[in-house]
């Protein structure tokens, strides 16, 4: 059989497209119309649906949200008071506002305090105490005065300690924790996700933590604040002349692990007018590549950010190429600049703005006459006399 | 009557069917940017329903999720399409089948079986997409069990039998996990079996696949991680669908060859 | 120095000089220089092997393809009789095919991920070879298709565009095969046959569309022999850049 005239494909297809019109004009009028949708708190409109890398939130009606986990797990957020609804699976249930987090990670502790809650809310951190004494001190107080409790290693986690603790949510970027929280009917948040955190969702996490203390307002605050900062960065490096070469990772044995290029440093690193040499490295975050791929792009770098700090054995460069005598011949080690996050760096995330800035600061110090590093260390070509004794 | 029968057979239209491919393979272009782009929009997709992602993470980003709308209707249509177009063509066939041996009826049919074959790998992945039950985030560590949902059975991680690379060649993966392997104890109706669950090899339960997601410590006695297996649990009714379009459509494609080889000269 | 950069760039002179030695020198001198561009490209990939077996080696399309193209262009002249005009220029554009495949290997490689544990099964690697082998049949389908614009006479095109016509139908049985290995690897592994992660799957399912478009167009005979072979030609050209476009990197020059 010969196909059928033209006149009737040109007829089937122009029911095709406005199918596909009705189809897409709808879901744009439901979209507007649940934009409008209220939220809980002061009647602001916000979105009723927001994606955050892998987290998501999904506000469904005043007594429910749902949120995704980075391990795409849904929890249930329900107003303290409000009835739990059937369809809901108790162990996934988060009364709100939550009052009581223990919290694994440096990460999640920040975020606490970008909402403002550390103070009323943290009850147990798997850190000890001298951990957080030099750059987390609500921190180290709260555990002086017994609010805070130190529940041991995230890989051997005092369970009574937590339980009496009494947490209403655990953040924990461990899966093997959840068997033992389910036990204690304990809800917990994966706060890991398998690809590396993008710079939107790495700025945009505190909007997912925000529903479970009811802190939107701070969230968005806090997002205002980073978004300035990156505008800023943005501002000051449009007219930079060089663009230098950045590579951000290190070797562990005969591992070698980098920061994708789809992770927040990488994107960072291209809005500020320079060259990421892991750029088209796709995948989740400390991704290991080949040898040869990190020595290739270390012959052409101009600065490397290493992921060891000065207590960890970077303290010079002569010191990484003693760690790492593969990479001893990269261009950043020869006669360019390397830099290792200072012990305050992994705590200091709620200031991500700052962190941010210095980054940009450090690819083109010539932008930021007189900025004082408080994050990185510029590392020294040999070892001070001060690090030679530390190591004997 | 007379309209609709006169659409059914212009929606067999062969030149529909071109023009159908072309926009299909322009979308799936536009869908590979589109997730490269805006990867973790899609992810869910694995897990989340059809209408459940399409009425979050589908609507909310049209512009990077449009692409996926056009696809569902772009193989509407082709489905539609080929069902019009393989019912008129196969019925032609049977007409003649007086004339014809079995064998040349059968290979006359081959390219029939694959369209037929197309159609039921689509109604499978609809299935799937409708109607899957997915259960995301399940841990287990040794000793553990997990019951199924609505008590269809038990599963209990017993221990690991990973096998470890000695070996020199790859360096990276030297005394670590190069196969990993849990056993696992089935439990259903008072019965119980031993499996064992690896990376492609996933046991089954009562109509439940269970899939090893992911496993820690990739180094045994090595890693401050605890040993545990996260699992990837689902009921899926599209799988018996597209596994039978793929073996459809293998068979069709057979014999079409017999056919071309056998009948070739002839038609030529 | 490894093994696997010293052979890529002695398979690309073989290749080379494998095309100088069919257009110029002497065609009884094609099967033994290009034999030995292909073990050297086979060396290349058993290298690769080594170091991911019994994983998929990551990115390997864009070294295999030259090497399977290499094997059916001299399991062709050494089954056929001498070969006519007609197929010496099939085989010249092949040889074309094979050096700027490799080259683009080498100057965009992609072959730094390391092979992951899912990747450990025959799915996996029956979905790569199927694979390749269907864009090598897609490649001399386009050749022929090719060489239809340079023949002169009606009978000598209605001959190449049936052979097109047949590399592209064995491509296309291999490409689904691949697909269908894929499919059945991502089940087995993931739960599901379709993993929305990574969206090389999309470029495979339009090179597919892309074919079955060039074959429909053939049975409805709706466009004309020419319209048909441009098609063939350029149709078939965009499937092979997007089935490769996900094995490729960024540009590093070899100096």
Request: with cysteine; charged share 20%; glycine share 6%.
């Amino acid at each position: 059989m010969r196909g059928v005239s033209v006149r009737s494909t040109a007829e089937i297809l122009l029911v095709g497209i406005v199918l596909l019109v009705f189809l897409l004009s709808g879901c744009r009028q439901e979209a507007s119309q649940d934009s409008d949708k209220e939220d809980r708190s002061g009647g602001e409109a916000r979105p009723a649906f927001l994606q955050i890398g892998e987290f998501a939130v999904h506000r469904i009606s005043a007594n429910r949200t749902e949120v995704r986990d980075g391990a795409g797990r849904t929890l249930i957020l329900i107003p303290r008071g409000a009835p739990v609804p059937d369809d809901c699976d108790p162990r996934h249930v988060v009364r709100t506002p939550v009052k009581r987090v223990a919290a694994y990670g440096y990460f999640d502790v920040a975020a606490l305090r970008m909402l403002g809650v550390l103070d009323e809310v943290l009850v147990g951190v798997t850190v000890p105490e001298k951990e957080w004494a030099r750059c987390s001190a609500d921190v180290a107080r709260g555990m002086r005065e017994g609010r805070t409790a130190y529940l041991g290693d995230a890989s051997s986690i005092d369970f009574e300690r937590l339980k009496q603790m009494e947490p209403d949510l655990v953040l924990t970027w461990d899966p093997s924790s959840l068997p033992l929280l389910d036990d204690l009917h304990i809800p917990a948040v994966i706060t890991s996700t398998p690809q590396a955190t993008c710079l939107s969702a790495r700025m945009r996490y505190v909007q997912f933590l925000a529903p479970f203390f009811g802190r939107e307002k701070e969230a968005d605050a806090y997002f205002a604040r980073i978004d300035a900062a990156l505008r800023d960065i943005r501002a000051r490096t449009a007219g930079a002349g060089e663009q230098p070469k950045v590579m951000w990772g290190d070797i562990y044995e005969k591992r070698v692990m980098v920061e994708p290029g789809n992770a927040w440093v990488g994107e960072l690193v291209g809005l500020a007018q320079s060259s990421y040499q892991f750029e088209d490295v796709f995948g989740t975050s400390c991704i290991e590549i080949s040898v040869e791929r990190f020595l290739y792009s270390g012959e052409t770098a101009d600065i490397f950010f290493t992921y060891r700090s000065r207590e960890s054995g970077a303290s010079s460069k002569e010191a990484i190429a003693r760690l790492n005598p593969l990479i001893k011949d990269i261009a950043p080690l020869r006669s360019g600049r390397v830099f290792a996050p200072q012990p305050c760096y992994i705590q200091s995330m709620d200031k991500l703005d700052e962190i941010l800035t210095e980054i940009s600061a450090i690819i083109h110090p010539d932008l930021y006459p007189g900025y004082m590093l408080k994050y990185f260390d510029e590392l020294p070509d040999r070892d001070t006399a001060h690090d030679k004794d530390t190591r004997s | 009557m007379r309209i609709l029968a006169r659409f059914w057979k212009a929606l067999g239209s062969m030149n529909l069917t071109i023009l159908l491919c072309l926009l299909l393979a322009a979308d799936v272009v536009w869908g590979y940017a589109a997730i490269r782009w805006r990867t973790a929009l899609f992810i869910p997709l694995n897990d989340l329903g059809l209408f459940a992602w399409m009425q979050t993470y589908g609507r909310h980003n049209l512009t990077y999720t449009g692409w996926f709308f056009a696809l569902l209707v772009l193989l509407a249509l082709l489905a539609l399409n080929t069902a019009s177009c393989t019912l008129e063509r196969v019925r032609h066939v049977l007409a003649a089948r007086s004339s014809l041996s079995v064998v040349r009826l059968a290979v006359k049919l081959g390219p029939h079986v694959m369209h037929a074959a197309v159609l039921v790998i689509l109604l499978g992945y609809l299935a799937s997409y409708l109607y899957t039950e997915v259960v995301v985030g399940t841990v287990l560590l040794p000793g553990r069990s997990y019951t199924l949902p609505g008590d269809a059975g038990v599963i209990t991680f017993v221990e690991f039998r990973h096998e470890v690379y000695q070996g020199s060649r790859l360096k990276v993966f030297q005394g670590e996990v190069i196969r990993p392997e849990a056993a696992m104890m089935l439990s259903a109706k008072g019965r119980q079996r031993e499996a064992i669950l690896g990376f492609n090899q996933p046991v089954r339960l009562n109509g439940y696949s269970i899939h090893l997601s992911d496993f820690a410590p990739k180094k045994p006695g090595g890693m401050r991680l605890n040993k545990r297996i996260d699992l990837h649990i689902r009921k899926d009714p599209g799988v018996v669908l597209y596994l039978t379009g793929i073996g459809m459509f293998c068979l069709g494609l057979g014999l079409y060859m017999l056919d071309w080889r056998m009948y070739r000269e002839v038609r030529q | 120095m490894t093994i696997a950069p010293v052979s890529l760039y002695w398979a690309l002179a073989l290749y080379a000089a494998a095309l100088v030695v069919l257009r110029i020198v002497s065609r009884r001198l094609l099967l033994p220089v290009l034999g030995a561009g292909l073990v050297v490209n086979c060396l290349a990939v058993a290298y690769r092997y080594s170091q991911a077996w019994p994983m998929l080696p990551m990115h390997l399309a864009p070294v295999l393809t030259p090497a399977v193209l290499a094997c059916l262009v001299m399991v062709r002249s050494s089954v056929q009789a001498p070969p006519d005009t007609r197929e010496r220029q099939v085989r010249q554009l092949a040889l074309l095919f094979m050096f700027v495949c490799l080259l683009a290997a080498q100057l965009f490689p992609k072959d730094f991920y390391l092979s992951f544990l899912r990747s450990d099964s025959i799915f996996a690697h029956a979905m790569l070879f199927a694979g390749t082998v269907g864009r090598a049949c897609f490649l001399l389908s386009i050749a022929w298709s090719t060489v239809f614009f340079i023949r002169s006479s009606a009978e000598e095109r209605s001959v190449c565009m049936r052979r097109a016509l047949s590399w592209a139908a064995w491509g296309v049985v291999f490409w689904t095969l691949s697909m269908f290995s894929g499919e059945m690897w991502s089940y087995l592994g993931w739960g599901t046959p379709v993993v929305w992660d990574d969206p090389a799957i999309l470029l495979m399912m339009a090179a597919w569309f892309l074919y079955i478009t060039l074959l429909h167009l053939h049975f409805s005979r709706a466009w004309g022999l020419r319209a048909r072979a441009l098609f063939f030609a350029m149709g078939g050209f965009a499937a092979i850049v997007l089935s490769l476009l996900a094995d490729f990197g960024p540009f590093r020059p070899p100096w």
